[in-house]
């Protein structure tokens, strides 16, 4: 193991914790929560504003999103932190055992969906209608995520590569944008006749509204996403490449 350059040459090393810990745990603990209980939430549609006006050319609607996006930025902040302290393999890892766990949790109600109900459950109907799109969400939410989160990892590393341990924020930014941009558009596509969007329009609408929402609240929340980092790269037994 070999030990950080000294003042007298710049330091153009990166370092990684080791994934053999606690911490490592709680937060793999986490995401996968999180993906779970996002893919169950989205299967609501929710739109804010009850206006439809015309403004020149433009059409303005209300805002078109889903239940998802109240937890599912989350997944992204924490693939940030594990991405820039624990590095590409610990993000691979985590986006793997992550889906496994959702396509789990899909298949179950898949299953509990199509068993025969008791005669004394009167909600069988109000199951399917909801849980019943699980699938059709995770696959959404698979396709989606996968290529988004390993975009965004891929190019968060490949920006600490280049910089070293320097220059942070630009990563966690640029990272975010990228991979934002490509699961948002993979997971609409799919989703949007989930939550019962059936124009252009409205597609529109909630692609821009997901972009824009889970890019807003990663920037927001970046000064905690940084703090949380550092804190982990001081207390976690690390490397130098």
Not at 44 to 60: A, C, D, P, R, T
């Amino acid at each position: 193991m070999s030990s950080p350059a000294t003042s007298a040459q710049p330091d153009r090393r990166i370092r990684y914790a080791s994934r053999g810990s606690s911490y490592f745990d709680i937060i793999l603990a986490l995401f996968c929560v999180v993906l779970v209980v996002s893919n169950i939430a989205a299967t609501k549609g929710i739109e804010f504003g009850s206006w439809h006006f015309s403004l020149g050319s433009v059409q303005i609607s209300p805002v078109i999103t889903d239940g998802g996006a109240f937890l599912f930025p989350l997944a992204y902040i924490l693939g940030d932190v594990i991405s820039e302290v624990y590095g590409f393999r610990a993000a691979r890892r985590a986006i793997f055992t992550g889906f496994a766990m959702a396509i789990l949790a899909a298949l179950t109600f898949l299953v509990v969906d199509h068993a025969p109900a008791a005669s004394f459950y009167p909600n069988q109907d109000a199951y399917s209608a909801v849980l019943g799109f699980v699938p059709q969400i995770v696959l959404a939410s698979v396709l989606g995520y996968v290529t988004g989160q390993f975009l965004n990892s891929y190019v968060l590393v490949r920006m600490k590569a280049r910089s070293a341990e320097p220059r942070l924020w630009a990563r966690l930014a640029s990272s975010t944008g990228v991979g934002e941009a490509a699961d948002t558009l993979i997971f609409c596509a799919i989703a949007s006749s989930a939550i019962g969007i059936t124009t252009m329009g409205g597609f529109w609408n909630y692609f821009v509204v997901g972009f824009v929402y889970k890019c807003g609240v990663e920037l927001l929340v970046m000064p905690l996403t940084v703090v949380v980092i550092r804190l982990l790269k001081n207390r976690e037994p690390s490397y130098w490449e």
